[in-house]
């Protein structure tokens, strides 16, 4: 079963700790992405990765880093966690066609 | 200001009626888009694809896209309450498969 693998489901984190979240995909496909959900906002797209150590910004970078070091693991990195960081992360990968595959999501609350 | 426009924000329609979803893009260049459905606690899934002017059906569903209005829609007849969920459509761009998503619509199918 092609899946798209995030972990964890659930995070709670103070205010300038770091933050790691993990994404895994078993469908080798070249192409992943992490985007956050919002109420209100959609999903709004924060890196691509277009295959291992080839990483491009999205629409709202800042304050994001991202790592993939190998082409199933796309790992999400915040360094010093704000409060608007809150929210629902979601990593996806796509095929050539551009049909993405999400995984479940990470919910992050950051106090 | 989103550059996918969706509208209702949120939709109540009875079981067996028919549910329309409306979408407006600002890019004159998009070529593709697509329409996703995510259910509660769970990441979005694919629904359907269309890049052709006109009508493009898959079982209950039915897109139509207009790009000279930049307008794309989406049509489910004969809506069932597990059709209830957050529905969003999106603009394929630039290269690496990039999706610009909308807010979404929340759609409720009552029995």
């Known amino acids: 079963d092609m899946k798209v693998t995030q972990m964890p489901r659930y995070l709670i984190k103070r205010m300038g700790e770091n933050v790691l979240l993990e994404c895994g995909q078993d469908?080798?496909?070249?192409?992943m992405y992490w985007y956050r959900q919002d109420p209100g906002l959609g999903l709004q797209l924060i890196y691509i990765s277009y295959d291992v150590d080839s990483n491009s910004e999205g629409d709202i970078p800042k304050g994001y880093r991202v790592s993939r070091k190998k082409r199933e693991h796309f790992s999400l990195i915040l360094d010093s966690a704000k409060t608007n960081q809150t929210s629902v992360y979601f990593c996806?990968?796509?095929?050539?066609?551009?049909?993405?595959?999400f995984g479940s999501g990470t919910r992050l609350l950051v106090i | 200001q989103q550059k996918v426009q969706q509208s209702p924000e949120s939709l109540i329609v009875p079981e067996g009626g028919m549910a329309s979803l409306n979408c407006t893009f600002s890019d004159r260049n998009s070529q593709y888009f697509w329409w996703y459905r995510q259910h509660s606690g769970e990441g979005p899934k694919a629904l359907m694809?269309?890049?052709?002017?006109g009508d493009k059906k898959e079982g209950r569903f039915t897109a139509h896209l207009n790009k000279a209005s930049l307008h794309v829609s989406l049509h489910i007849k004969d809506s069932q309450p597990s059709d209830s969920a957050l529905y969003f459509c999106?603009?394929?761009?630039?290269?690496?498969?990039?999706?610009?998503f909308g807010a979404g619509t929340r759609l409720a199918v009552c029995p």
């Open positions: 999106a603009e394929l761009s630039g290269s690496f498969n990039k999706l610009t």
């Open positions: 694809s269309i890049f052709s002017n």
């Open positions: 996806a990968s796509s095929s050539a066609n551009s049909d993405y595959t």
């Open positions: 469908m080798s496909h070249e192409t």
